[in-house]
């Protein structure tokens, strides 16, 4: 049975940093593209960043230069480092797993003073 496991969100400061981990179970880890989405409210989920299987990355351009994301395949972990945080970077994020369409329950994320 696949299971994700968000955690590491909550209320930060702009300018702020926080890191989300997703913990999978059930897949093969190593073989899988995973990526964080979030989702704000009364807005569409949007995509932010994808670790894939090869090791390669792509961001949005509204994250560029201040999140990174990156997998530990030994600890079947996808990490989201999130730096320079803004007002409108709050939202729920979500771990998400390409090739079975699986999310994670997702971490809420607030950015505000």
């Known amino acids: 049975q696949v299971q994700l496991v968000e955690s590491g969100g909550g209320l930060v400061q702009p300018g702020g940093s926080l890191r989300l981990s997703c913990v999978a179970s059930?897949?093969?880890?190593?073989?899988?593209?995973l990526a964080w989405y979030r989702q704000a409210p009364g807005k569409q989920r949007e995509f932010i960043a994808r670790?894939?299987?090869?090791?390669?990355?792509n961001y949005a351009d509204s994250v560029k230069g201040r999140f990174t994301i990156s997998r530990d395949n030994a600890k079947n972990t996808v990490y989201l480092q999130m730096n320079s945080l803004k007002p409108e970077d709050t939202a729920v994020y979500f771990c998400?797993?390409?090739?079975?369409?699986?999310w994670g329950q997702g971490t809420q994320v607030t950015v505000s003073s």
């Open positions: 998400h797993v390409d090739f079975i369409d699986y």
């Open positions: 059930g897949i093969l880890f190593r073989f899988n593209g």
């Open positions: 670790s894939n299987s090869g090791g390669s990355t």
